[in-house]
C-alpha cells in the first residue's frame, strides 16, 4: 500500500512540474513575441543606412518556449494513458530534443559576440535602444538556461515513473465505472461487512465512483 501511494505522489509530482514547466513556456513565448515587437520598433528609429543583424538570440528564445510548451503538452497526453513503452519512447524524444535545445542556445546566445555586434552597429545616438538590446541578451541567456533546468527535471522525474514502472494506484484500484446502484441495494447487516476495513473501502470506491461519474444517475429503489 505504501508503494502505490509513494508511485501516486511521484505520478502527481511529475504532472505538477509538468504544468509548471509549460506555464513558463508559454511566458518565454510572450516574452520573445513582445521583444521582437520592441526590436522592429528600434530599428525604424535608426538611420536607413544601418542594417542590423538578424536577432536570432529573439528567435531562439521563442523557439525554445514553443519547444517547451509542445513537449510539456506531450507529457500530459502521456502521463493519460502511461505505459513503460509509451513512457519510453517520450523519454527520448524529449532527451533528444533537449539535446538540439542546448545546440541552439550555445551556438547562437553564447558563441556569437551580440554585445560587439550591437555595439558595431548602434552609435552613440541611440544608447536607450542599445542598453535596452545589451540588457535583453542576457534575459534571453537566462530564461533559456533555466528553460533547459526545468526541462531536465521532467525528464528525470519521467525517468524515475518509468523505472518504477506500473500505473498509478488510483488507476489499478479503479478498473472500470461503479455501480452505484448496487452500493444503494446492499445489505449492511451482511457478514461480507461485517469487517470494518471492507466496509471503508466499500465507501471509499462509493466515493471515487461518484468522482469519477459526476453526470451519472442515481437510482433509489421506493419501496
Given at each position: 500500500?505504501?508503494?502505490?501511494?509513494?508511485?501516486?505522489?511521484?505520478?502527481?509530482?511529475?504532472?505538477?512540474?509538468?504544468?509548471?514547466?509549460?506555464?513558463?513556456?508559454?511566458?518565454?513565448?510572450?516574452?520573445?513575441?513582445?521583444?521582437?515587437?520592441?526590436?522592429?520598433?528600434?530599428?525604424?528609429?535608426?538611420?536607413?543606412?544601418?542594417?542590423?543583424?538578424?536577432?536570432?538570440?529573439?528567435?531562439?528564445?521563442?523557439?525554445?518556449?514553443?519547444?517547451?510548451?509542445?513537449?510539456?503538452?506531450?507529457?500530459?497526453?502521456?502521463?493519460n494513458c502511461i505505459s513503460k513503452s509509451v513512457l519510453g519512447v517520450y523519454i527520448v524524444s524529449i532527451f533528444s530534443l533537449l539535446l538540439i535545445q542546448v545546440?541552439?542556445?550555445?551556438?547562437?546566445?553564447?558563441?556569437?559576440?551580440?554585445?560587439?555586434?550591437?555595439?558595431?552597429?548602434?552609435?552613440?545616438?541611440?544608447?536607450?535602444?542599445?542598453?535596452?538590446?545589451?540588457?535583453?541578451?542576457?534575459?534571453?541567456?537566462?530564461?533559456s538556461i533555466l528553460a533547459l533546468v526545468a526541462q531536465t527535471n521532467v525528464i528525470v522525474l519521467a525517468a524515475i515513473v518509468w523505472a518504477v514502472g506500473g500505473?498509478?494506484?488510483?488507476?489499478?484500484?479503479?478498473?472500470?465505472?461503479?455501480?452505484?446502484?448496487?452500493?444503494?441495494?446492499?445489505?449492511?447487516?451482511?457478514?461480507?461487512?461485517?469487517?470494518?476495513?471492507?466496509?471503508?473501502?466499500?465507501?471509499?470506491?462509493?466515493?471515487?465512483?461518484?468522482?469519477?461519474?459526476?453526470?451519472?444517475?442515481?437510482?433509489?429503489?421506493?419501496?
Amino acid at each position: 500500500m505504501m508503494i502505490g501511494c509513494n508511485r501516486y505522489r511521484l505520478y502527481n509530482s511529475w504532472r505538477v512540474v509538468n504544468v509548471i514547466v509549460n506555464v513558463f513556456g508559454m511566458g518565454m513565448i510572450i516574452y520573445s513575441l513582445w521583444l521582437l515587437k520592441m526590436w522592429i520598433q528600434g530599428v525604424d528609429r535608426l538611420p536607413a543606412p544601418v542594417e542590423l543583424p538578424r536577432p536570432w538570440f529573439i528567435h531562439v528564445c521563442l523557439g525554445v518556449g514553443i519547444i517547451v510548451c509542445m513537449s510539456t503538452l506531450s507529457g500530459h497526453m502521456v502521463a493519460n494513458c502511461i505505459s513503460k513503452s509509451v513512457l519510453g519512447v517520450y523519454i527520448v524524444s524529449i532527451f533528444s530534443l533537449l539535446l538540439i535545445q542546448v545546440g541552439m542556445i550555445v551556438a547562437v546566445l553564447f558563441r556569437i559576440n551580440w554585445d560587439g555586434e550591437i555595439m558595431r552597429y548602434i552609435d552613440g545616438r541611440h544608447n536607450k535602444f542599445k542598453g535596452f538590446l545589451l540588457f535583453h541578451i542576457v534575459i534571453c541567456r537566462l530564461i533559456s538556461i533555466l528553460a533547459l533546468v526545468a526541462q531536465t527535471n521532467v525528464i528525470v522525474l519521467a525517468a524515475i515513473v518509468w523505472a518504477v514502472g506500473g500505473e498509478p494506484a488510483i488507476h489499478r484500484r479503479i478498473s472500470g465505472p461503479f455501480d452505484i446502484r448496487q452500493s444503494f441495494m446492499m445489505d449492511y447487516n451482511s457478514p461480507v461487512l461485517s469487517d470494518r476495513g471492507r466496509l471503508e473501502e466499500t465507501l471509499k470506491s462509493y466515493m471515487d465512483g461518484i468522482l469519477r461519474n459526476p453526470y451519472c444517475q442515481i437510482i433509489r429503489n421506493q419501496s
